[in-house]
């Protein structure tokens, strides 16, 4: 057994530690929820054994040393990916989110 080291990139809302659909109990119910949010996701990612779980709209992840070239999201569409964060963060019970924004992680499992 060993362990992976990763770079992550996202665009989106981590969801907190102590909440339901960050969890292994809420796992039923953040993809309940997804399931009718087009263009919603999520990942985990972060230190071993400590991932952190995101609501995002984009990813993209690589392998340490590998380069990943991503493409920039066109501006316009802004405020909708904002907008349909926010609904899927409200579905989960969790309205006082922060503000979605770029996450670079460096995750290990």
């Known amino acids: 057994m060993g362990i992976w080291n990763s770079a992550v990139l996202l665009y989106g809302i981590p969801l907190p530690d102590d909440h339901d659909a960050a969890g292994w109990q ?6 309940s929820v997804l399931n009718h949010h087009d263009g ?9 054994d400590r991932h952190t779980t995101y609501l995002c709209t984009d990813y993209a992840d690589a392998d340490m ?3 990943e070239t991503v493409t920039p999201f066109d501006p316009a569409g802004q405020d909708e990916r904002n907008a349909r964060l926010h609904h899927a963060c409200l579905e989960l019970d969790y309205a006082d989110h922060p503000e ?4 670079l992680i460096a995750s290990q499992s």
């Open 26 to 31: 809420g796992e039923e119910l953040r993809d």
């Open 65 to 67: 040393g590998e380069t």
């Open 100 to 103: 979605p924004a770029w996450h």
């Open 40 to 48: 919603i996701g999520h990942a985990s990612a972060g230190p071993y």
